[in-house]
């Protein structure tokens, strides 16, 4: 038997003792591996200090390399818990280092800057900075970890990736933010994550915390917990490590395990302290010394280690201790500069804990690295120091740094500011609080906002407002700290800053403008719309005292943004109106492309047209004058949008397509999915489902990781239209539920975002019409024309309210309110040129003269209403009205007319697998006398896909959707689109449709 001790000496120490007890969890991390396609691509591996959380993750990198995978280790340090995305940068800046320079374009597609940002050690240049300025901060960060985790995936297509991050407990926040978005893109990719985190320090992240529970609970990851080693299991441990027969060492290992409980490190400690003391040697090629009966063993883990640290000579020790209170990897010189030892010590000091097994050295870049084996020996050592002696221990490293350092260490600012912030508080304040500021102002860069409060945060604690040099830095930090604590949604926090800030300035100083705008935005984004105003409207009061122009627009702008967000058009309008001279006379091409920008979203929605053409197409042209990609999205977007409204669904995609080219410029994760918004509820209008239902999936998941609340409840609406009309009401239904809640729907005392409402309760009228609850239907449209018509967004009502309240009404049988909404949907329709409102009111006009009993005088009407909607195209609407038409042609006895009608109709029915509709389209076939046409089959009788058979044949067994997506390795999201696929191929809807697809897969024989 081999043993690892074999080739020592007998007060030799083992390096690695053999991993035992952990074969089922590598076995099935090996599994994740291998099945790639899944959806839990990140592991969370935990369990108590030394349990071997570290050592597993090593030893499934080395069978990862085994398999050709690529492997990037990462790992957080309690002193880098505040520099953003720290322990990514330890993983991937070796990897990107030495990665040369066509590569990376290739691999980032040009995204060299974003990396960048995340990783400053790549080198950030000015334009890098210049150009991250001028976009939104959430905007900007969500642009760093979609442009990075679209990296990684190219990396890893060239070669799997696992990716280990050690002791994430002690991440700063970006990183878990990052490591959450990542885990969240990565389904089906070459990719693993493996976190490990000790339990003990798991409850102080609260972000670590809420990131482990939500990738868990939508299955994008899972956590493996690590037991302790059980009381065979060290017997085997003991055996196999000194290559003695189990018979031998039995009562010696019982006694092991019962003083350390089979915790691998302690155990491993114990055997490295007998075998160093000599209780454990060889003699005659074997090993003695199993009596356990008088073994002085120590009696914690604690002891074990400081039993260890009491043999080093004085210049280990020192070396050890300080190196502990580094709290990261270091290098010879720091260590040297740090312990006032001469450099001869302090190298057989590290030759000595080398020897030990203490720490690790390996070679980072260009530098000779030294790190603790077990970061739990760096915390024992680490927490035996007295709390003076901590603070005196972190100056004096903090002072040897910042000299080491020289006229570098600014760029250190984060690691000094850890150790300064826990010197002796009065003789290092100044300094601690000038490097607070450097590394949070440096974090703020960075878009890393919970680093920087952290910084900043510290640093106002520090400074003394009485002090004339630090009320300089006060007026640094207080509104650095303000638009952080704005960007992570703590706007109560901000207000309060905002207003100290405004509180220490002149009423006429120049600041005093730029104060009131941020104190008006963050009221805004907080819901006070009062206090927005007021603040608003006192910082024009200043601006045009001082004769500002510039300030003047900024904030009539700001003004109108929130009027428009609250529904107040017409004031929006006068504000905007009154900005637009001004900014004309200041000639900044920028900020007047932001007043026609605005203006020409304002008009899209209160109309005349030509003047949301107009503004939109100089606000173009403006924003390609200044090289200003997200004023020209916003502009064409709004354009586009309002083609589409108005009915010209050709134009409105080609426009798609040009705005979707101006998001891939920018590298917008936001701004594609905004582009998906109007391409799925083009989908749906055109009936091209399947690609509708895709793309509305993929933007709702990618919608809900990058917290879009804005936008999410219309993806979600219009997604579930498409659900609604194949059949599949319980996923329309999961989907509206959601929109229902992200929109305040019942919230009486929530503000409300017109985008955002009015889409939801279009999205419950129509779910209550599909339900027969016409007169739920009926109110719910109501309730979303209230605030349209009262807010003036004629658009949308429009776009779907006032036809699916016609229709509710029909079917009601309130004739009389279904033609005044023919009514109102003419007259709208006329004042902004709609011509699909025009179309929806003659289908509406056409229904109320069938309903009133004259279906002869309905058909002409219906007719041309049908082809209108179809020369649009709107097909779906059309297809619809033309199976009114084929029934309104029966009935007044032209009977092959009928049957021409149904034709086309059961044609598309067919093609968009429309349950619903094609039950009740073969339902008139079989009135009129005839037999139905045949659904054209696939590969079975019941012509389903091999896929949507093993779906059927699930789900006829009982399994849930998450059951059968976990059981078929896909998301639980494919399950709901095949089976919507299913139900509209068998003809089967409604509410009863799993029901009765088990009973066909019963009669077909494929479920007993």
Known sequence: MHSPFASSNQSSLPDRLPLIGRTEELAHLESLMENGDGDSRIVFVRGESGVGKTRLARELSIRAQGRSWDVALGRAYPVEAGTPYSIFADAWLPILSSMDANTLTVLSRGGESQLRYLFPALGR?????????????????????????????RYAARQPVLLVLDDVQWADDSSIELMHFL???????????????????????????????????????????????????????????????????????????????????????????????????????????????????????????????????????RVAELASVVGTRVTYDVLESITGLPGEDVLNGLEELGSQGILDEHVDGASVVYDFRYPLVRQTLYEEFGLQRVRVLH????????????????EHADELAFHFARSDGSRLRGKATRYLIAAGSKAFDQRADQEAISYLEG?????????????????????????????????????????RARDRVDA?????????????????????????????????????????????????????????????????????DEALPLAQEVGDPALLARVHRALTLLHI?????????????????????????????????????????????????????????????????????????????????????????????QAISVARSLNQRTLLPRLLVWTSQMHVARGDLDRAKELIDEAAEMAGIGDDDRSRDVHQVVPTYIGIALYQVALGDYDDAIASAEKGLEIAEGTGYILWALHQL??????????????????????????????????????????????????????????????????????????????????????????????????????????????????????????????????????????NELGLTATE???????????????????????????????????SKLEIGGSGARMRLGQIMREAGFVE
């Open 508 to 576: 006429d100083a120049p600041e005093r403008t730029t104060i009131d705008r941020a104190l008006g935005i963050t009221n805004v984004w907080r819901g006070d719309h009062g206090a927005a105003a007021r603040a608003f409207d006192e910082g024009l009061t200043v601006a045009r005292a001082q004769g500002d122009d510039n300030a003047t627009v900024r904030l009539l702008v700001a003004k109108a943004h929130g009027l428009h967000e609250l529904g107040k058009a017409g004031e929006a309008l006068a504000t905007l």
């Open 183 to 317: 885990a969240r893109q990565i389904s089906g990719e070459p990719i693993l994550i493996v976190c490990t985190y000790t339990d003990r320090a798991r409850d102080s992240s609260r972000r670590l915390v809420e990131a482990e529970r939500s990738l868990t609970s939508i299955g994008a990851g899972e956590v493996v917990r690590l037991e302790a080693l059980g009381r065979t299991q060290v017997h085997e441990l003991v055996s196999r490590s000194f290559g003695v027969d189990a018979d031998v060492v039995r009562d010696f290992s019982a006694v092991l395990y019962g003083w350390t409980r089979g915790n691998t490190f302690f155990v491993e400690e114990v055997l490295k302290a007998l075998v160093t003391s000599g209780r454990l040697k060889t003699e005659g090629g074997a090993w003695v010394g199993w009596d356990a009966k008088d073994f002085d063993l120590p009696g914690s883990i604690r002891d074990a280690i400081m039993a260890r640290v009491a043999k080093l000579s004085d210049a280990g020790r």
């Open 802 to 939: 006032l036809p699916v309240l016609a229709e509710a009404c029909l079917w009601a049988g309130h004739i009389d309110q279904a033609e005044d909404v023919g009514r109102r949907l003419r007259e709208y329709a006329d004042r902004i040129d709609h011509r699909l409102g025009r179309a929806w009111a003659d289908a509406c006009d056409s229904l109320v003269i069938w309903k009133r009993g004259d279906p002869e005088g309905a058909v002409e009407l219906m007719r041309t209403a049908a082809d209108e909607l179809e020369a649009i195209p709107m097909i779906w609407p059309a297809t619809r009205l033309r199976r009114q038409l084929a029934g309104r042609l029966s009935e007044i006895g032209q009977r092959d007319e009928a049957l021409k009608e149904l034709d086309r109709v059961h044609d598309v029915c067919v093609r968009v697998r429309a349950g619903l509709e094609l039950e009740k389209t073969r339902a008139m076939y079989r009135e009129n006398g005839v037999r139905p046409p045949p659904i054209p089959t696939s590969d």
């Open 395 to 410: 100056g004096a490293v903090a002072e040897a740094l910042e000299a080491h350092y020289g006229s570098s260490a600014t």
């Open 125 to 153: 240049s000015d334009a890098d900075t210049e150009a991250a300025s001028v976009e939104e901060p959430d905007e900007f960060r969500t642009r760093l970890m979609w442009n990075f985790t679209e990296f990684l995936k």
């Open 949 to 983: 058979l093993k779906v059927a044949t699930l789900a006829a067994q009982g399994l849930s959707n998450k059951a059968m997506g976990a059981q078929l390795r896909c998301a639980t999201r494919t399950v709901s689109t095949h089976l919507s696929n299913i139900y």
């Open 605 to 697: 929605w209160v109309g005349p047209p030509e003047a949301a053409e107009e503004h939109g197409n100089r606000a173009i042209e403006l924003a390609q004058e200044v090289g200003n990609l997200a004023i020209e999205f916003w502009a064409r977007w709004g354009l586009a949008v309002l083609t589409g409204m108005r009915g010209d669904t050709e134009a409105m995609a080609k426009a798609i397509t040009d705005v979707s080219k101006i998001a891939d410029r920018a590298r917008s994760p936001v701004l594609r999915l905004w582009t998906a918004d109007m391409s799925v509820e083009l989908a749906y209008g055109q009936g091209d489902w399947d690609a509708g239902l895709v793309r509305g999936e």
């Open 459 to 499: 640093a106002l604690e520090r400074i003394d407002p009485r002090s004339a040099e630090e009320g300089e830095q006060l007026a640094q930090v207080v509104p650095l700290l303000a638009r952080a604590h704005t960007h992570v949604g703590n706007f109560d926090a901000a207000i309060d800053l905002w207003s």
